[in-house]
């Protein structure tokens, strides 16, 4: 079965240092990665997909097949990304849409 | 993209009794999906909601416990029958749209139970 791993519950920086949340996933196959955020009082988005190799709000995130992991990165944190953020996998295909969701990562961005 | 309208956003309810949580989406969606989050822990996927026909359960869901409709593309309901304490948590509902399949969420049904 499949497995996601945020090994951080709890994730503190100030403004403007480099911030890297966690994820680690365990899975047979071919894997879909997500990262979703969810911002206070709001209900939960995507933030980026790794098939899309896109940058949303300066974060960035690699897929390493190797390490199984997609950490997601940013260089400059800014006090607007505190928030809880979920890294998910998707089993892909016809699938897709039924995720697995990691435990979450509260980051908090001080002034 | 699709906006997803979910109601109750919150319930308290007695032990025993049955709360119907339903999700709205302004536009069609190819699959929809329901979740659990339990107080502490991540989010669970409950079942797909299968337009016309009966809902896919996950391991560990049931018809009986979690009935599901879903009578066209943009509406569905998920019942929690018979509730304890232990079902107190957050329900999120979510649908898949576009061409890049993007799935969105609805802001979810926080059901305590007393």
């Known amino acids: 079965a499949q497995r996601v791993t945020q090994p951080e519950k709890l994730l503190s920086v100030f403004k403007g240092a480099p911030v890297e949340l966690k994820c680690n996933y365990s899975?047979?196959?071919?894997?879909?990665l997500f990262w979703y955020v969810q911002y206070s009082r709001q209900r939960l988005q995507l933030l980026l997909r790794?098939?899309s190799r896109e940058s949303i709000k300066g974060f960035t995130a690699d897929l390493n097949k190797g390490e199984t992991s997609f950490h997601l990165k940013k260089p400059f944190a800014q006090e607007e990304d505190s928030a809880m953020y979920y890294c998910a996998l998707a089993t892909g295909g016809t699938s897709y849409g039924k995720l697995t969701f990691g435990q979450g990562t509260i980051l908090t961005v001080h002034p | 993209s699709a906006v997803i309208s979910q109601k109750p956003s919150r319930d308290i309810c007695q032990r025993g009794t049955s709360l119907t949580i339903q999700c709205q989406v302004d536009?069609?969606?190819?699959?929809m999906f329901w979740y659990r989050q339990q107080p502490g822990q991540s989010l669970t996927l409950i079942a797909t909601a299968n337009q016309g026909s009966e809902a896919t359960y996950e391991s560990g869901f049931v018809i009986d416990k979690f009935p599901i409709s879903r009578p066209n593309l943009t509406f569905s309901t998920l019942t929690v029958s018979n509730m304890s304490p232990e079902d107190s948590s957050i329900y999120l509902c979510s649908g898949r749209q576009g061409v890049d399949e993007k799935l969105f969420f609805g802001s979810g049904t926080q059901l305590s139970v007393l």
């Open positions: 899975y047979s196959g071919s894997p879909e």
């Open positions: 790794h098939i």
């Open positions: 536009s069609q969606v190819t699959m």
